[in-house]
């Protein structure tokens, strides 16, 4: 199994609101310094303000806490049910990236109870090469492989996530890039999650890939390199893309006008040689035989 911190104690939303029995009810103080009013009788919106003008804490619905002010705190609040922010006297939120005053939350069902329950690590393979190499062939072979010995997996396809996720993504620089991001950043949820989460996606540079790599345990990354030479995969030309890019219809394709950056140090390397490529089961099988040799299926 995979080490992982035990999780904080996941308490709903750390705090309970109390409906206001009647709109002309008095406001009551509890010891903790907040009031409690209520606005357009028994289905009004609850407010809870604290006695410190640092912080405030609104209730917008039940479950739901934000915090307000120049200090993201409440210190010992003690609310009307007698219930407390669950013995933290300091909430601290963080930035990440042009996210601001966000707050990490943890519950107590997480990667191990979920791997547990599915008998089997989650991971990514991550499947690179050239347009026309085999990469989705491989992924929907190696996906159907797994399944029919009772693992579950997940297939990120590049072309496919180009209709949802990433449909907002053109093919300049910066685009590729950031779609190469998402798919990491989804491919790790899904591993998570305790799938095997298969990608599969040109992904032409090393330093885009290893960003993803780095998003998981470095084992939990299985970067698998079809290597099919430029001419296999333009005799293949399974969408006429190549044939576009050579007349100038398609600039910066990759192999043609756009470099390919080969994996120096992946896991797995399918070779594919000008009549002598292997099936698509024996590449899936080669997969698998890495997955059971390193404990991903677990029996």
Same mark, same amino acid.
């Given at each position: 199994m995979l080490a992982r911190a035990p999780p904080r104690r996941c308490s709903g939303a750390g705090v309970r609101w109390r409906r206001q029995e009647a709109p002309s009810a008095t406001p009551r103080v509890p010891a903790g310094g907040l009031g409690i009013g209520g606005q357009g009788?028994?289905?009004?919106?609850?407010?809870?303000?604290?006695?410190?003008?640092?912080?405030?804490?609104?209730?917008?619905?039940?479950g739901e806490r934000r915090t307000a002010g120049p200090a993201a705190a409440v210190d010992g609040a003690q609310l009307a049910n007698g219930?407390?922010?669950?013995?933290?006297?300091?909430?601290?939120?963080?930035?990440?990236?042009?996210?601001?005053?966000?707050?990490?939350?943890?519950?107590?069902?997480?990667q191990n109870e979920r791997q547990n329950l599915l008998n089997q690590k989650g991971c990514v393979v991550w499947i690179t090469g050239l347009?026309?190499?085999?990469?989705?062939?491989?992924?929907?072979?190696?996906?159907?492989?797994?399944?029919?010995?009772?693992h579950l997996t997940y297939v990120l396809d590049g072309d496919n996530l180009r209709h949802g996720l990433n449909r907002d993504l053109s093919f300049k620089a910066e685009d590729r890039a950031e779609n190469i991001r998402r798919v990491g950043e989804v491919a790790k949820l899904f591993a998570d999650a305790g799938l095997i989460c298969?990608?599969?996606?040109?992904?032409?540079?090393?330093?885009?890939?290893?960003?993803?790599?780095?998003?998981?345990?470095?084992?939990?990354? $299985?970067?698998?390199?079809?290597?099919?030479?430029?001419?296999?995969?333009?005799?293949?030309?399974?969408?006429g893309l190549y044939k576009l890019a050579r007349a100038g219809k398609?600039?910066?394709?990759?192999?043609?006008?756009?470099?390919?950056?080969?994996?120096?140090?992946?896991?797995?390397?399918?070779?594919?040689? $000008?009549?002598?490529?292997?099936?698509?089961?024996?590449?899936?099988?080669?997969?698998?035989s890495y997955l059971e040799a390193n404990g991903f299926l677990e029996d």
């Open positions: 009788g028994a289905t009004g919106v609850v407010k809870l303000v604290a006695a410190r003008p640092a912080a405030t804490v609104v209730a917008a619905a039940a219930s407390a922010v669950a013995g933290i006297s300091k909430l601290m939120t963080s930035t990440v990236g042009k996210s601001t005053n966000i707050l990490w939350h943890d519950c107590p069902i997480g347009s026309g190499s085999g990469k989705s062939t491989l992924a929907c072979a190696l996906s159907h492989e797994l399944h029919s010995r009772g298969i990608a599969s996606l040109i992904s032409p540079y090393r330093s885009e890939r290893s960003a993803c790599r780095s998003l998981l345990p470095n084992s939990s990354f $299985i970067e698998v390199f079809l290597n099919a030479p430029l001419e296999v995969c333009e005799a293949r030309d399974p969408k398609i600039k910066g394709f990759t192999g043609i006008d756009h470099p390919y950056e080969p994996p120096s140090d992946c896991e797995i390397v399918i070779q594919c040689k $000008i009549g002598d490529c292997p099936s698509p089961k024996s590449m899936a099988d080669q997969v698998v």
